[in-house]
């Protein structure tokens, strides 16, 4: 229990500190603290991680600047598990990757992603940043809100894959 409330008190300051910083910021300086937040609260299925590691992999346009606001941090690991991250450039290259979360930048929501996204949702937590990566198959979002961002997601996809994610960031988050 005592865990849980830390859980739930971390979320909802991470949550209100973006809130009042997100005027002077870029999209991208706060999708990305998030993204690692959401690896954090989320639990791999253990044959996932078999590597030892989370691969962590951006699917956008370069200058890969979700990607890059995470590498600004020195060591990454997650949970004490080394963090690596990976740039993708095609939606070709994520079945080679194993990716454990996959960041979807909005040029790459194709109808490509699309037809393969249960397929991937099996294997990769999948977060979009637009509202239709959400009802087009994606686990979950991160969308600008009036002011901040906010998470979305999508429940029967959540359900459907192998992940678990905390209850708090759950409780945090629009359902779809």
């Known amino acids: 229990m005592k865990a849980l409330l830390k859980t739930t008190i971390s979320a909802a300051c991470l949550l209100s500190a973006f809130s009042s910083m ?9 999708r990305a ?20 590691k ?27 598990t080394p963090l690596d991250i990976i740039k993708l450039t095609s939606i070709d290259s994520i079945s080679t990757s194993n990716c454990h979360l996959l960041f979807v930048s909005e040029p790459y929501e194709s109808e490509q992603l699309i037809a393969q996204l249960q397929q991937i949702n099996q294997k990769t937590l ?7 990566f959400v009802k087009d198959g994606g686990v979950m979002s991160i969308v600008p809100g009036n002011t901040t961002m906010k998470i979305v997601i999508n429940m029967q996809q959540l359900k459907d894959s192998p992940f678990k994610i905390n ?10």
Do not use: W
């Open 22 to 30: 997100a005027a002077n910021l870029k999209p991208a300086q706060i």
């Open 33 to 52: 603290p998030l993204l690692y937040h959401l690896a954090e609260f989320t639990r791999f299925p253990a044959d996932r991680l078999l590597k030892q």
């Open 54 to 80: 989370i691969n962590m992999c951006f699917l956008e346009t370069p200058p890969f600047a979700h990607a890059k606001e995470l590498e600004k941090a020195k060591k990454v690991t997650v949970n004490d």
């Open 126 to 132: 999948t977060v979009g940043e637009s509202l239709s």
């Open 167 to 176: 209850s708090a960031v759950v409780n945090l988050a629009t359902l779809y």
